[in-house]
């Protein structure tokens, strides 16, 4: 562990992103504090996957991240899958006169399909943040600084306060740090419903086998079809299979102020109509009573910077994304691997340095962040045939989703940081000029 540096870091959100900077920093000795508005730490979902990129990322911020993912990860069942992503489907009858049973084709990588379920990745890497860092039941108010203009005042909805010499708001799509940081009437300020809205559900495994077989339910699928999409991957060792189906929706979500909203099984059934009577099965599987999460994101009005003065935001609160891609978690474990080197820095030593690390950090991030937002959003247009161009056109469809999910993949996370600390020392040197 490299030695103590003289600043302290808060980093506001207990979730993904907020925990694995956490470990990062304590990493590199950098004084952190963890305030969470949840009473523990945690993480909305059920399964998310990780891919090589996100991979690497963990390595970087700690092995001992990497250890824990390990301890919780579900890979594809099957040996001859070992290197599938997903196995890309076709979910409509008789499209094509195609054979269901089949792909359309698979996207691979040299890791293939990676899975935890949310609540157990949590529980693994919270063991690794010291417990008197984390401070509990915490919603964020404001942020100022002190008279001497030396630390950050941070005060809290229960009326309690607490200093720290930089923030790192890592407090998801409804981020009260992004509000402060680009103003609360900025069309930045709030995520904007994509009109995409999801089922989530977890059904045993040996339930799901009986219904789908066992190939497609013990491996990754994604079933592709008109104005949606639904796929599946195991999480828990395999007993569990965790699916996740987005519909298209041409209305506006009813209440801004809540993601999901109650739903029925009839619901989901008649969300995908038209797709084949497997499909229709799949969804006979989940409960009666289930929730609908509408599918906000950062698309339309992404932020025009990611951090003012000491104050920095990561993760969702930058670049909050649609799931599409499957890599929304991946990039906060990237945001935390390229903050915390940064920061980590050997020229970064004292507070006032803590604004030339975050401006580093926001060259370096914002680009491939908002990429994502909107590649999302492109690639669940391809998946539900709503591309422009396009359209059922299987060879371009195929073509253009492994380009996209190569760019995710291949990211050089080492050589982003390097291109991060060079533009890091330019600006610290300008500021010694000043």
């Known amino acids: ?36 508005q949840g009473h523990a730490f945690s993480e909305i979902g059920a399964g998310v996957a990780f891919s090589p990129n996100s991979l690497s990322a963990m390595d970087v911020c700690d092995k001992n991240l990497r250890g824990a993912f390990e301890k919780v990860a ?26 269901q049973t089949e792909p359309i084709f698979t996207l691979e990588n ?37 008279e001497k203009m030396e630390k950050l005042r941070l005060t809290f909805h229960d009326g309690t306060s607490a200093e720290a010499d930089g923030v790192v708001g890592c407090d998801g799509i409804k981020s009260r740090v992004r509000e402060i940081i680009v103003g609360e009437k900025h069309p930045s300020a709030k995520a904007k419903y994509t009109h995409m809205y999801g089922y989530r559900g977890v059904i045993p495994m040996e339930k799901a086998v009986d ?40 209305n506006e979500w009813p209440d801004e102020d809540h993601l999901t909203l ?12 038209n797709f084949a009577p497997a499909i229709k099965k799949k969804l006979t599987m989940v409960e009666d009573n289930l929730d609908r999460w509408a599918l906000f ?40 691997a390229l903050m915390s080197a940064i920061l980590g820095d050997e020229r970064v030593k004292k507070p006032a340095d803590v604004e030339a690390a975050f401006a580093a950090f926001d060259a370096s991030r914002r680009e491939r962040g908002q990429w994502l937002v909107q590649s999302s959003r492109r690639n669940s247009e391809l998946m539900d045939f709503r591309a422009k161009d396009v359209g059922r056109d299987l060879k371009k469809i195929e073509k253009e989703m492994k380009e996209r999910f190569g ?19 330019k600006r610290l040197a300008k500021m010694s000029r000043a």
């Open 1 to 36: 562990m490299a030695p103590e540096k003289d600043f302290e870091i808060a980093i506001i959100g207990g979730g993904i992103a907020g925990a694995t900077l956490a470990i990062a920093l304590k990493n590199h000795g950098i004084k952190c504090q963890i305030y969470e």
């Open 74 to 99: 579900t890979h594809n069942q099957w040996p001859s899958k070992k290197n599938v992503y997903f196995d890309v489907m076709d979910g409509t009858p008789d499209f094509y006169g195609r054979d």
């Open 110 to 146: 040299e890791q293939g399909q990676n899975a935890v379920h949310r609540a157990h990745f949590m529980d693994e890497i919270s063991k690794l943040i010291p417990i008197e860092t984390c401070h509990f039941r915490k919603h964020l108010d404001s942020i100022a600084e002190d």
């Open 211 to 250: 219904i789908i077989g066992e190939e497609r339910a013990t491996n990754s699928c994604v079933w592709i079809g008109p104005n949606a999409h639904i796929l599946s991957y195991p999480v828990d060792g395999g007993d569990t299979y965790n699916m996740f189906a987005a519909v298209c929706d041409t």
């Open 262 to 273: 109650p739903a029925k099984k009839e619901d989901a059934i008649k969300d995908f109509a």
């Open 297 to 336: 994101d950062l698309g339309d009005n992404p932020v025009p910077y990611m951090h003012k003065g000491r104050v920095a935001i990561m993760g969702d609160a930058a670049h909050a994304t649609t799931p599409h891609h499957g890599a929304g978690a991946g990039f906060c474990i990237e945001d935390s």
């Open 407 to 425: 760019k995710i993949w291949n990211y050089d996370i080492n050589g982003a940081i390097n291109d991060a600390k060079g533009d890091l020392g």
